[in-house]
């Protein structure tokens, strides 16, 4: 939660086109170290996009996006290699269910960073013991709950050591009962000095836990600013117009 | 999975050493050399050779001995006077068999020196091949009639009672002739073997089959509801165009004039006469009677569809074997080509995209018949050097086939696969290899193996096309069994059960393998 204001992911003019339809219209944005930035707007804005350009799942059709210093778009440079150091966590798990649990973590330290097996197990081991998954390691994904396998998700990109998290509507596919307790996991890694860029809808929540709070509307940023001013004083028309439709 | 895995790569390993002894890859055949085409004859000398081509579904003159195999199984007039024009010219002879409709084509393209089946003499056949002087056309193996069913013994005493009738008759045979020449009035429906020819007679399509007097006291002597009609062709012109007549190509003069030498020799001592009764013989061996006087009702009841299998079960389960292996070797050989193509298809070269999609759609896109004359026929004259056997080139085509429709179920299994799979792999910075090799593939094998059965499944129907090609699978055993045992209708019908239950069974077996496979989705 601290802002050091060393900078670690900048965005320069990011467009995004799908075909005609012009998704992101210029974007220029910077993500500091040890910030905790929420994305809020309405769908179809942008929101989803935006955060996997930052890790290039989706490809700039213009702009650049510079993670730590260097271009990512870049197609000289070894996209695998940043992206081991860029975590993200998606909206329905995407968890690997031909793996046990234990498995989903330790497969990419293992094969990309060449660690030892038994000392990936045993890290892993320690993050399932975190999020209170540890009795399921040796279990296969179907016989967790949506909100196990979110838990699982979000250790096994942990497992990577990343220097920032990205959260694509976390919650959004969750049995109400079950959010809470993926809210509490992200909470703790925010509050341990984590950055993350969170998109999501639980307004509580991206209240509490936010350094900074982007309400995001066609394409653009809208209007930015702390918790406290976006949700108490809202300025922009279409921020009011959304947040007295969801509050 | 761990399990399933290791039972699979035993049952691969098991499969690769039984077909590997099975495969008879090169020619038993003899490829003629296409040399000098104006001296086939000297090509015969000096091979030692002369090949036949006919289509041994004609007792008494070229039918099936199923207690022999190899070349031994041929016999009938047609073929002891082939053995006789071969010892005449010093050669050894070698007989192919193939549908009639291929026959006179064999010749053509140069893969046989002569074609002998039940052949007359036609003008426009004049035109475009060499036919040989007549021969069978004395006495009474001049007998040429029409069978009819039995119950219409009454309305057709003469020739004349036949004027507006529908009479069958093998397209290009003798019989054609005589029916266009002597029956006017009556409408022609030519058939492409007598088999068909039979059905129609039994199902009440046609009036009347055309046929050798022989042969169609044959046919009755198996199904009692059958008889050859009191009515005859006249055969009494003493013409040089009667009887039969052998095919060689168009322009080997040489050759026709040896053969012609010999025709004349076997005319003047009536051997073909006795090398007819001795086919007849043969043929009675295998149950099949000419002797029974058209006066003497022969009460026969054609046999049941069970009795037929009972007796020659050992026949059809020979051909299912047949059958389940030529799919077996298609698919999994297809399966590996499939496999390359589909990596293929996946590069960064745009032209190699390219040119395995041509090849997937056009594999695809036309129909496996098709595939399997172009291969069969062109592989041996392109590549004469490989020395290919027809089994192999039909194999190669089917391989070829299944290896297009392997591909596809590879790339869409492949593609199967949720998106977010690639997503989080992605995103956790793995490579794209071992995105592949741990992540995507795996659970494309999910998909693709069913898949691959079914394929499987699929091919054990297809294969049935190679029996055009009289490959031995379990189509085959109803050419055999009707040149044979001449029972026209009741092998189809065991045939197809034989298909349904194996299909039938095997389909399970794949759903089952299914339901398995997504226990862990």
Same mark, same amino acid.
């Given at each position: ?5 060393? @900078?670690?992911?900048? +965005? ?5 086109? &799908?075909?005609? !339809?012009? /998704? %992101?219209?210029? #974007?220029?944005? $910077? ?53 081991? @150091?860029?975590?993200? +966590? ?5 968890? &690997?269910?031909? !793996?046990? /649990? %234990?498995?989903? #973590?330790?497969? $990419? ?69 079950? /959010? ?68 | ?521």
């Amino acid at each position: 939660m601290i802002n050091s204001g060393k @900078k670690l992911i900048e +965005v320069k003019g990011l467009k995004k086109n &799908f075909g005609a !339809l012009e /998704v %992101l219209k210029g #974007i220029d944005e $910077t993500i500091h170290k040890g910030e905790v930035v929420s994305i809020i707007g309405p769908s179809g804005s942008g929101k989803s996009t935006f955060l996997r350009c930052l890790n290039l799942l989706e490809k700039p059709s213009s702009g650049q996006v510079i993670f730590e210093g260097v271009d990512i778009a870049d197609k000289k440079i070894n996209i695998d290699h940043h992206r081991q @150091k860029i975590g993200m +966590v998606f909206q329905h798990f995407n968890v &690997f269910p031909h !793996l046990t /649990v %234990l498995e989903n #973590i330790t497969i $990419t330290p293992t094969l990309e960073k060449k660690v030892p097996q038994k000392e990936a197990e045993d890290k892993a081991m320690k993050l399932l013991k975190q999020v209170g998954l540890e009795e399921k390691a040796h279990e296969y994904p179907r016989k967790l709950s949506g909100g196990q396998k979110q838990r699982l998700a979000i250790v096994r990109a942990m497992a990577m050591e990343p220097d920032v998290m990205l959260f694509d509507e976390p919650t959004s596919a969750l049995d109400p009962e079950m /959010v809470k307790d993926v809210l509490e996991v992200i909470q703790q890694l925010a509050e341990g000095g984590m950055t993350c860029v969170i998109v999501t809808h639980e307004m509580g929540f991206a209240r509490s836990v936010s350094d900074r709070v982007l309400f995001m509307d066609e394409g653009r940023i809208a209007e930015q600013g702390s918790p406290q001013q976006i949700f108490d004083h809202p300025n922009h028309p279409r921020t009011i117009e959304f947040l007295s439709k969801v509050l | 999975m761990r399990k399933m895995k290791n039972m699979l790569i035993l049952a691969v390993m098991i499969f690769s050493l039984w077909i590997t002894t099975g495969l008879s890859l090169s020619a038993e055949e003899t490829k003629p050399t296409s040399g000098n085409p104006d001296n086939r004859l000297e090509e015969i000398l000096q091979r030692g050779k002369l090949i036949v081509a006919t289509s041994p579904d004609f007792a008494p003159q070229e039918f099936i001995d199923d207690s022999k195999k190899g070349q031994a199984q041929y016999v009938g007039s047609d073929i002891m006077m082939a053995q006789y024009i071969a010892d005449q010219l010093g050669v050894e002879l070698e007989i192919q068999a193939m549908d009639f409709a291929m026959v006179l084509s064999s010749v053509d393209l140069g893969e046989s020196d002569m074609a002998i089946s039940g052949f007359g003499w036609k003008e426009d056949r004049e035109i475009s091949f060499e036919l040989s002087d007549g021969f069978n056309k004395t006495g009474e193996a001049a007998c040429q009639g029409l069978l009819i069913r039995r119950a219409d013994a009454e309305q057709f005493p003469t020739l004349e009672s036949f004027d507006g009738k529908l009479i069958a008759a093998q397209a290009g045979s003798l019989q054609e002739n005589y029916v266009q020449t002597q029956l006017p009035q009556a409408t022609l429906e030519t058939i492409t073997s007598m088999d068909i020819g039979i059905l129609s007679l039994t199902t009440n399509k046609v009036d009347a089959l055309a046929s050798d007097c022989d042969v169609a006291k044959g046919y009755a002597s198996k199904d009692g509801s059958l008889m050859l009609a009191d009515a005859r062709f006249d055969t009494s012109k003493e013409d040089q165009h009667d009887g039969n007549v052998l095919a060689v190509k168009k322009g080997e003069k040489e050759l026709i004039a040896a053969i012609n030498e010999i025709i004349e020799k076997i005319n003047e001592e009536g051997l073909y006469e006795q090398w007819k009764n001795e086919a007849k013989v043969q043929a009675k061996k295998l149950g099949i009677e000419f002797d029974g006087s058209e006066d003497v009702i022969v009460e026969t009841k054609a046999p049941g569809v069970f009795d037929v299998f009972v007796e020659n079960y050992d026949i059809f389960l020979n051909g299912l074997l047949e059958t389940l292996k030529l799919a077996a070797i298609t698919v999994f050989f297809g399966t590996i080509f499939g496999a390359l193509i589909a990596i293929i298809k996946l590069s960064k070269n745009p032209l190699l995209r390219f040119l395995t999609a041509v090849y997937v759609e056009v594999l695809r896109g036309t129909p496996i018949l098709v595939q399997l004359y172009i291969f069969r026929f062109f592989l041996p004259m392109a590549f004469p050097w490989l020395n290919l056997s027809k089994y192999a080139c039909v194999v190669i085509a089917l391989v070829f086939n299944s290896s297009a429709y392997v591909a596809e179920i590879i790339r869409s299994g492949i593609q199967a696969v949720d998106k977010g799979q690639s997503e989080a792999a992605k995103s956790l910075g793995m490579s794209n290899r071992h995105m592949m090799m741990k992540i995507i593939l795996p659970q494309a094998v999910k998909n693709i193996l069913p898949a691959l059965g079914n394929e499987f499944v699929t091919m054990i129907k297809e294969t049935s096309l190679a029996s055009t090609f009289y490959i031995g699978e379990l189509m085959y055993t109803r050419t055999l069994l009707m040149s044979t045992k001449f029972y026209a209708w009741q092998p189809l019908i065991i045939i197809a059960a034989i298909y349904f239950v194996v299909t039938f069974v095997l389909s399970k077996g794949v759903q089952y393998m299914e339901k398995r496979l997504s226990v862990s989705d």
